[in-house]
């Protein structure tokens, strides 16, 4: 802080005669001040995250200890080891993973079909459809969910992912995205295709879909971390410990053992672990999706 | 909507009709489960909010009983509350700072796809194990935020998760780290939107830095805190996971917000009807605060002319 300071009480020195040096100046000061800000703020972002992978490696003795050892002494795999022992790990991500792909491939093919009839075709009962869809989606959650755990549970699945397939799988919000994507595909294109003796499936798979690949890939993208970082679904329903996915896992293992505190770490980061590399590879699917869709979970 | 579209509709009318199987062929397979799935438990939920039922013995119908009761029961006006507390701390504060990120990294600087993506990778990380680490982080006696601020000087730093006083201001303190990022982004692109020349013709007339963010960013950034803001209320009235994984509702009721009042008033004490009418009253005030947004609207956004 002291240093900003300084660097601003020198911008005043420079003399207003020589306007090009002292534009210059509070230029380069500006500069700074920017990176410097923007710089806390990433160790402010970051750092929750290195403290975690650094306390992973860590005995439990270790991990508050004040000043951090960021780098661990000796580190300790055997965290990763243990925690995979101690609770039943690979089920959580079996589970994880078959719900995320399962949900997120659903959702894609029924959202892209159910978009192409509200977007290219005429029906009479278009439009009052897709405002009742739109309508909807203004409905959180929170409020659907006790009729919807009556009903799955008559079903006769109360404990099971595939309630949660089912009630993941048909989001309103996925058919009006699409939708709004279509509407800017020219008609002129499927009606030309149209003439040419194209059937509306052809069109829809071979010039509509083709061409919604951006939206495609954003729903996919945030859909799959939507599922993957799903909490309160799977509370509702997953009972039994052979359902549970990797979060109730975690949070499983933090309640039955809250003092094994590097273990507790080691969980964490392999919860995480799938995003970050899904992040790393696609970081730029993932920000331009927010920037020209406003995609929101 | 193309020329072609309008000049088409009677040739497209007569059409529809036969369009109709089609149509219904490609929405079938999401208008079954969104029947099923979304648009009858929606309308189950208007009725649930009338009965008392809770799976062991048979339903009964109450009136509006179940509302009577909740405006009089303490655990509801608590809960109403922290989710009022936590909203109207948790949304200005994201929305100061991630425009004020957003207008730092916009400065075309170096290595600002690295800024980028370092903010916005706490918004798509899993809630659960973030929440685990901050509740390290914020341990009274032994976690690092309070060895630091000890080290700072503080002699009796907050209890942070611990502490009836502290608990909400550490939650909040999260969200805005977690979900920053995210409305960062969305602002990032409203930055990218304004056209140069206004800031061009700006530096003519002498502006300084101030003067152009209040007269032209502000303004011309409107729509986008509108959208912010609007999706920030909705989601904060449904804060949930960072309740249930950080403080459980406690210390007491310090924390108690009203998706933790209906989840466990249906899923602990199996309440269903009186769970679902404070989820109609979520559902209310949600829709309530978003249409009174939208009156307001007029009065502080500017949308520009093109």
Redesign the interface.
Same mark, same amino acid.
């Given at each position: 802080m002291n240093d900003q300071m300084e660097n601003q009480g020198i911008t005043l020195l420079p003399k207003r005669d020589n306007p090009f040096t002292f534009y210059k100046m509070k230029k380069l000061v500006f500069?700074l001040l920017?990176?410097v800000?923007?710089f806390s703020?990433?160790v402010?972002?970051?750092l929750?995250?290195i403290?975690?992978l650094s306390?992973s490696l860590k005995p439990n003795n270790d991990?508050?200890s004040?000043?951090?050892a960021w780098i661990p002494e000796t580190i300790r795999w055997q965290n990763y080891v243990d925690i995979w022992k101690q609770i039943d790990f690979l089920t959580y991500y079996k589970n994880t993973i078959f719900l995320t792909l399962i949900v997120t491939f659903n959702i894609l093919?029924?959202?892209s079909?159910?978009a192409?009839?509200?977007a290219k075709?005429?029906?009479?009962e278009?439009n009052v459809?897709f405002v009742?869809?739109v309508m909807?989606m203004? @409905?959180?959650?929170?409020?659907?969910?006790?009729?919807?755990?009556?009903?799955l549970k008559n079903m006769g699945l109360s404990d099971s992912l595939w309630a949660l397939v089912?009630?993941g799988?048909?989001s309103?919000f996925g058919?009006f995205l699409l939708r709004q994507f279509y509407m800017g595909i020219?008609?002129?294109l499927s009606?030309s295709a149209r003439i040419d003796g194209l059937t509306?499936f052809g069109i829809?798979a071979r010039i509509v879909l083709p061409l919604s690949k951006p939206a495609l890939s954003s729903l996919g993208i945030f859909q799959f971390?939507w599922v993957?970082?799903d909490?309160?679904g799977p509370?509702?329903y997953l009972t039994s410990d052979r359902n549970k996915t &990797?979060?109730l896992g975690?949070?499983k293992f @933090?309640t039955q053992y809250g003092a094994e505190?590097g273990m &507790?770490?080691a969980?964490?980061?392999c919860?995480?672990i799938p995003?970050?590399v899904m992040?790393v590879i696609l970081?730029k699917q993932?920000?331009q999706g927010?920037?020209?869709t406003?995609l929101?979970g | 909507m193309s020329t072609t579209t309008t000049t088409n509709k009677t040739f497209k009318r007569t059409l529809s009709q036969s369009n109709r199987l089609t149509a219904y062929a490609f929405l079938l397979p999401n208008l079954i489960g969104f029947i099923s799935f979304t648009l009858i438990p929606i309308l189950v939920a208007f009725g649930l909010c009338f009965v008392k039922w809770d799976f062991a013995t048979p339903m009964t119908f109450v009136g509006f009983k179940n509302f009577i009761k909740l405006f009089k029961d303490e655990g509801f006006q608590i809960s109403l509350w922290n989710t009022v507390y936590f909203t109207v701390a948790s949304v200005p504060l994201t929305i100061l700072i991630s425009l004020f990120l957003a207008i730092l990294l916009h400065r075309k600087l170096k290595g600002m796809p690295f800024f980028r993506t370092i903010f916005f990778f706490p918004y798509i990380s899993s809630l659960v194990a973030v929440a685990v680490v901050w509740n390290m982080l914020y341990h009274p006696t032994m976690g690092p935020i309070n060895s630091f601020l000890i080290k700072l000087g503080l002699e009796n730093p907050p209890l942070w998760t611990s502490s009836i006083v502290w608990a909400m201001p550490a939650v909040i303190i999260m969200a805005v780290w977690k979900q920053m990022g995210y409305y960062m982004v969305i602002y990032l692109a409203g930055l990218n939107s304004i056209p140069e020349q206004l800031y061009e013709s700006a530096r003519i007339d002498g502006a300084n830095e101030w003067q152009k963010f209040r007269y032209i960013t502000f303004p011309m950034l409107t729509p986008v805190t509108f959208f912010c803001s609007i999706l920030l209320i909705i989601g904060s009235f449904k804060v949930f996971d960072q309740i249930m994984m950080m403080t459980e509702g406690g210390p007491g009721r310090a924390t108690h917000v009203m998706v933790y009042e209906i989840y466990t008033q249906a899923f602990t004490y199996f309440k269903f009807g009186y769970a679902s009418a404070v989820a109609m009253v979520l559902f209310i005030i949600v829709l309530g605060l978003t249409v009174f947004q939208f009156r307001l609207e007029r009065k502080w956004v500017h949308y520009n002319l093109s």
């Open positions: 500069t920017n990176y800000i923007l703020g990433v402010i972002t970051i929750p995250f403290w975690m306390s991990v508050f004040f000043p951090i093919l029924t959202s079909l159910a192409y009839a509200f075709i005429h029906f009479p278009r459809l009742l869809y909807t203004a @409905v959180p959650f929170q409020v659907i969910m006790i009729p919807q755990f009556i009903i089912l009630i799988s048909f309103p058919v020219p008609d002129e009606e509306e829809y971390v993957w970082n909490f309160l509370l509702i &990797i979060q975690l949070r @933090v505190y &507790i770490m969980g964490s980061v919860a995480l995003l970050i992040y970081q993932f920000i927010i920037a020209t406003g929101k | -």
